[in-house]
């Protein structure tokens, strides 16, 4: 999953005849194709329908749009590869019935006997492009689109301008408008292509920005005209892989429905020039995860001269969970447009259900790149006996999995076989207080397709949430500790009083229990261990508003929403 920060908005006007339109043609045209081709980064055969895609788009460069969707086993990336798919990804080659890759949909349309599957499915072989895409450019439109674009980069704002023109009336009382944004020319690895790691990757899907489906548009009779302006700030980085926004490329269409594609058309947004001789953007943090017994961090931070001049030093103020600042220094030479990861020296933070890192740098020309955040867990804690369960595929054989000590012991562990396949296998163990950490591999690379793993201890806390789309392995450690049973709290007769509370709050029968109180944001504000039959807790320094309070016994028991009023 990836986490960004997204502002997307639509202006829109709307009218029945024609009127200011400044881009799109207001004359009657043939369909434009758009190919959705679903690939990925171990698929070998997967080069030869890049081939296939370019040299149709080659033949029709303004009618026929490429994008490709990075998907399915073949493209989950492992250790330290990129990882292209986006969260759009699977539900759109879900309703195409794709049987292997590379496929393509051409207007995700029907065209009898070309399918790769089922009769009435839209995926085809990458043998069968070129003839549908002649059958769809040789038919009408009803619809005409034309996209314009600009990035500003120290912004990452793009502003997208879009408009359709009906020239004939749409059989459907309302249509789909969607945005597709590619990046270009992206170097990576790829199994076939003879490229090994520099294999260059082109229409990337990386996000939609009108969303799985796209923008509802209710007027579609003739003369309808459609204009929308949609502002797309892009995050730092999709999935870890950073922006490059001089290869950003648009691709809009519009739709009958959540398929059938009527026409498409593209855009390559023009790059604002830089306005500022002195300015460094901040595009994020490395992905930080917590560890036994760790509580430091060394956090990485790229960095984008977002100026006209060359940055050759910077002065980095960092800290964790809003504590202790840290000051670093750097020296280089950062040209215009160059990017760097820098990496911060170590800081210690202390652990939280929700970490937290923050990064700034001095004032420059442009301050409001100039500072980034970042969030983490705190690790797991769960009762020594834990349940294992692994629902395989058929092929089996490729598992195996192991629960490690700190000393690096294997406590448990197991090599599948065929006589596995498309079981779900059951262990329960009960371990010493350790920090033990569970490995599950998979040799071929793909996971679990149609199954996978979790990891679960006896009174529910979640380890490792079921989930098989690891690739060639997953790692989570967690610690395992002796922790008392629910019986041993009677939640029934917990009180918490009053409520709202303005100083003191109240808590009966909770005894040899552990409290923590958290803002909604997951902080932690309050902690108290082995409280007494009556706890009197002190909430004085808490602004107003909503908090919960949580109960443990060695493990969460309950949750409280609280309003602390002062």
Same mark, same amino acid.
């Given at each position: ?36 081709? @679903? ?8 080069? %030869?329908? /890049? ?17 490709? *969707? ?6 989950? +990336? $492992? ?31 029907? @065209? ?61 009382? %309302? ?25 260059? /990757? ?15 548009? $209710? ?21 870890? *892989? ?52 760790? $509580?430091?961090? *060394? ?105 490690? +000590? ?31 950490? @569970? ?43 002796? *922790? ?83």
């Amino acid at each position: 999953m990836y986490k960004k920060l997204l502002l997307l908005t639509a202006l829109c006007c709307i009218s029945t005849t024609f009127f200011a339109q400044t881009i799109v043609s207001t004359t009657p045209e043939n369909k434009k194709v758009v190919l959705e081709e @679903f690939t990925g980064i171990h698929c070998s055969a997967c080069p %030869s329908g /890049h081939v296939v895609a370019d040299a149709i788009q080659s033949a029709n460069p303004d009618d026929f749009f490429i994008i490709n *969707v990075h998907q399915g086993p073949f493209a989950i +990336a $492992t250790g330290s590869e990129p990882n292209f798919i986006t969260p759009w990804a699977d539900a759109i080659a879900n309703q195409t019935g794709l049987l292997g890759y590379p496929a393509g949909t051409i207007n995700r349309t029907n @065209f009898p006997g070309l399918e790769m599957g089922d009769p009435g499915t839209t995926a085809m072989g990458r043998g069968q492009w070129a003839a549908a895409t002649d059958l769809v450019l040789a038919e009408s439109s009803y619809v005409n689109l034309a996209v314009e674009a600009t990035i500003d980069i120290p912004t990452n704002l793009m502003t997208i301008h879009l408009e359709a023109y009906y020239t004939a009336d749409s059989p459907e009382s %309302s249509n789909m408008l969607n945005v597709a944004i590619l990046q270009n020319n992206t170097l990576g690895p790829q199994s076939g292509g003879g490229q090994g790691n520099n294999y260059n /990757h082109q229409h990337r899907l990386i996000d939609l920005a009108t969303g799985q489906w796209g923008e509802e548009i $209710t007027n579609t009779t003739m003369g309808s005209f459609i204009d929308r302006t949609y502002n797309y700030t892009f995050p730092p980085s999709i999935n870890g *892989v950073y922006i490059d926004h001089n290869e950003i490329e648009l691709v809009v269409f519009m739709a009958e429905n959540n398929q059938t594609v009527v026409s498409g058309n593209k855009g390559i947004p023009d790059v604002n020039p830089l306005t500022s001789t002195n300015d460094a953007s901040l595009l994020g943090i490395n992905e930080l995860v917590s560890a036994c017994g760790v $509580t430091s961090v *060394v956090p990485e931070v790229t960095i984008l001269n977002s100026g006209t001049d060359p940055i050759t030093s910077l002065n980095f103020t960092y800290s964790t969970n809003g504590g202790a600042t840290e000051s670093y220094p750097w020296s280089g030479n950062l040209e215009s447009l160059e990017t760097v990861v820098v990496e911060l020296p170590t800081i210690d933070y202390t652990a939280q259900a929700i970490n937290t890192v923050d990064v700034s740098i001095d004032n420059d020309d442009f301050n409001d790149n100039n500072t980034t955040s970042t969030s983490f867990d705190d690790i797991i804690e769960a009762g020594t006996t834990i349940d294992l369960t692994i629902i395989t595929d058929q092929y089996a054989q490729e598992i195996s999995w192991e629960l490690v +000590a700190s000393d690096g012991t294997v406590l448990e562990s197991a090599q599948l076989t065929t006589g596995d396949n498309n079981q779900t296998l059951e262990y329960n163990f009960t371990f010493s207080e350790d920090c033990i950490t @569970f490995n599950i591999n998979d040799s071929y690379g793909d996971g679990i397709i149609n199954g996978g793993a979790s990891l679960i201890d006896t009174n529910g806390i979640e380890i490792y949430p079921f989930f098989g789309n690891y690739g060639s392995g997953d790692t989570k450690p967690y610690y395992s500790k002796e *922790v008392l049973g629910t019986d041993d709290l009677d939640l029934s007769k917990v009180s918490i009083y009053p409520n709202p509370a303005a100083n003191i709050l109240n808590i009966e029968n909770a005894e040899n229990s552990n409290i923590e109180v958290y803002d909604l944001l997951g902080k932690l504000l309050i902690s108290k261990s082995s409280i007494d039959t009556l706890e009197q807790l002190n909430v004085s320094n808490l602004i107003n508003g909503a908090y919960f309070i949580r109960i443990y016994n060695g493990l969460q028991l309950t949750t409280e929403k609280i309003i602390i009023s002062r």
